[in-house]
């Protein structure tokens, strides 16, 4: 059976892959790139097959991950077109994955080109630093926005922390006209999540933040007037056309890994109405005050408080509501951070679950895609493997420390 590729993943070390770093804007890039335009890897030097195992050379570096999605165009035979996961990578410069029928010929003619495509959401409105995104699934019930504000508030200083004001809008006429449920959302102070107030050290500006540069590494807290230095910073995007995770450092020093902050949109899984979430950290305070990205991940952290919001309550009500992640092992539990269980070995495997929401006591579904780990790191970073059911990536991340998670990418 060939692989599915519904569900894409992207990482910084691409080739020409954009880059989070120091400067506004560049969250709107990387977006841009995984959801809309894609990433171009290269031209080949030559494409073979035999029966329905094909071989890709490039002449240089494809800097491609075993286990990503790549769309091959410009082959003469249509076999070859179109897209496939890489199953193996012999080397540097050089990608297997499986085609859909036996190729007609042994090698592809054409001038045979790849990229990693994207996950092909929409993006119907924008300005500038800011944009609309939403899913293509015109199969769910809603398709609300996520709106991105990823430009320097006048409120704010070019020397402060750098991030993305984020939140969930139900309906737009353009970038800046918005209807229906927002979530998060404040009656009293409509403009509170996008437009800042005051100045100095005193601003406030924004309310729902996906950080991207500060000042402190991940393992404690940072003064967001505190100057992040320059450089970029590790990210991965793993996705389908429903949702999707943007991991990241906010940091450069490479003593702290691969401590990516865990942050989501999309809709969550359930059984009787498909409802959007958004993870982020919601921080509603003064440049002069800390914020601590490593203790508001919901993504990999159960029982974290007011950083995942879903846009309508479980009645369905026009009142966006604070949900937290569970572990079925119990209560503050880190993904890949411990082995609550056992450490794997010969006898005992690697346990991982998938990761239910609930508002309160009400469950209202499960995280998509995802899959929490009972033991303490068990892969290497962006190991891809095959289990009974499906392929998965592990995929490092910040749970107040070294953590890990594991993501379905289907049959």
């Given at each position: 059976?060939?692989?599915?590729?519904?569900?894409?993943?992207?990482?910084?070390?691409?080739t020409?892959?954009?880059?989070?770093?120091?400067?506004?804007g560049?969250?709107?890039n990387?977006?841009?790139?995984c959801?809309?335009n894609?990433?171009?890897?290269g031209?080949?030097?030559?494409?073979?097959?035999?029966?329905?195992?094909?071989?890709?050379l490039?002449?240089t570096?494809h800097?491609?991950k075993q286990g990503q999605?790549i769309?091959?165009?410009g082959?003469?035979?249509?076999e070859?077109?179109?897209?496939?996961?890489?199953?193996?990578?012999?080397?540097?410069?050089t990608?297997?994955?499986?085609?859909?029928?036996?190729?007609s010929v042994?090698?592809?003619?054409?001038t045979i080109?790849a990229?990693?495509?994207?996950?092909?959401?929409?993006k119907?409105?924008?300005?500038?630093?800011?944009?609309?995104y939403?899913?293509?699934?015109?199969?769910?019930?809603?398709?609300?926005?996520?709106?991105?504000v990823d430009?320097m508030?006048?409120a704010?200083?070019?020397?402060?922390?750098?991030?993305a004001?984020?939140g969930?809008?139900?309906?737009?006429?353009d970038i800046?006209?918005?209807?229906?449920?927002?979530?998060?959302?404040?009656?009293?102070?409509?403009?509170?999540?996008?437009?800042?107030?005051?100045?100095g050290?005193?601003a406030?500006?924004?309310?729902?933040?996906?950080f991207?540069a500060?000042?402190?590494?991940?393992?404690t807290?940072?003064i967001?007037?505190?100057?992040?230095p320059e450089g970029a910073?590790?990210?991965?995007?793993v996705?389908?056309?429903?949702?999707?995770?943007?991991?990241?450092?906010?940091?450069?020093?490479?003593?702290?890994?691969?401590?990516?902050?865990?942050?989501?949109?999309?809709?969550?899984?359930?059984?009787?109405?498909?409802v959007f979430?958004l993870?982020?950290?919601?921080?509603?305070?003064s440049?002069?005050t800390?914020?601590?990205p490593?203790?508001?991940t919901?993504v990999?952290?159960?029982?974290?408080?007011?950083?995942l919001?879903?846009?309508?309550?479980?009645?369905l009500?026009?009142?966006?509501?604070?949900?937290?992640t569970?572990?079925?092992?119990?209560?503050?539990?880190?993904?890949?951070?411990?082995?609550y269980?056992?450490?794997?070995?010969?006898?005992?495997?690697?346990?991982?679950?998938?990761?239910?929401v609930?508002?309160?006591s009400?469950?209202?579904?499960v995280?998509?895609?995802?899959?929490?780990?009972?033991?303490?790191?068990?892969?290497?970073?962006?190991?891809?493997?095959?289990?009974?059911?499906?392929?998965?990536?592990?995929?490092?991340?910040?749970?107040?420390?070294?953590g890990?998670?594991?993501?379905?990418?289907?049959?």
């Amino acid at each position: 059976m060939v692989a599915s590729t519904d569900i894409k993943f992207y990482v910084h070390t691409n080739t020409n892959a954009p880059q989070l770093t120091n400067n506004f804007g560049c969250m709107i890039n990387v977006l841009d790139a995984c959801l809309i335009n894609g990433i171009n890897v290269g031209q080949a030097t030559s494409l073979t097959a035999t029966g329905t195992a094909a071989t890709l050379l490039f002449g240089t570096g494809h800097n491609l991950k075993q286990g990503q999605v790549i769309k091959i165009h410009g082959a003469d035979q249509p076999e070859f077109n179109g897209e496939h996961r890489v199953l193996t990578i012999p080397n540097s410069n050089t990608v297997t994955f499986e085609l859909l029928s036996p190729s007609s010929v042994s090698i592809a003619t054409g001038t045979i080109n790849a990229s990693l495509p994207p996950l092909d959401w929409e993006k119907p409105f924008s300005g500038t630093g800011k944009a609309a995104y939403r899913s293509p699934n015109t199969m769910l019930p809603t398709r609300p926005f996520l709106r991105v504000v990823d430009d320097m508030d006048a409120a704010w200083t070019s020397t402060y922390a750098k991030y993305a004001k984020v939140g969930i809008v139900e309906e737009m006429t353009d970038i800046d006209t918005m209807f229906g449920v927002q979530a998060p959302f404040d009656s009293a102070s409509p403009n509170k999540n996008w437009v800042g107030t005051g100045s100095g050290s005193s601003a406030h500006n924004g309310w729902a933040k996906w950080f991207y540069a500060l000042a402190s590494n991940e393992d404690t807290s940072s003064i967001k007037s505190a100057t992040p230095p320059e450089g970029a910073r590790s990210w991965l995007v793993v996705g389908n056309s429903d949702c999707f995770y943007i991991f990241n450092r906010f940091h450069t020093d490479s003593r702290y890994g691969q401590r990516l902050l865990p942050q989501f949109f999309g809709a969550i899984d359930t059984d009787y109405s498909k409802v959007f979430g958004l993870a982020a950290v919601f921080d509603y305070t003064s440049a002069s005050t800390s914020t601590a990205p490593f203790s508001a991940t919901p993504v990999s952290i159960s029982d974290i408080a007011n950083h995942l919001i879903l846009q309508r309550n479980h009645n369905l009500n026009a009142i966006p509501v604070f949900c937290n992640t569970k572990s079925p092992a119990g209560s503050n539990v880190r993904s890949g951070f411990s082995n609550y269980i056992a450490a794997p070995s010969g006898a005992v495997p690697v346990f991982s679950f998938k990761v239910p929401v609930y508002e309160g006591s009400t469950p209202r579904g499960v995280m998509p895609l995802i899959e929490w780990l009972q033991q303490t790191t068990p892969y290497a970073d962006l190991t891809f493997f095959k289990d009974s059911q499906s392929y998965k990536i592990a995929a490092n991340c910040m749970a107040y420390g070294d953590g890990q998670v594991l993501f379905n990418l289907g049959n």
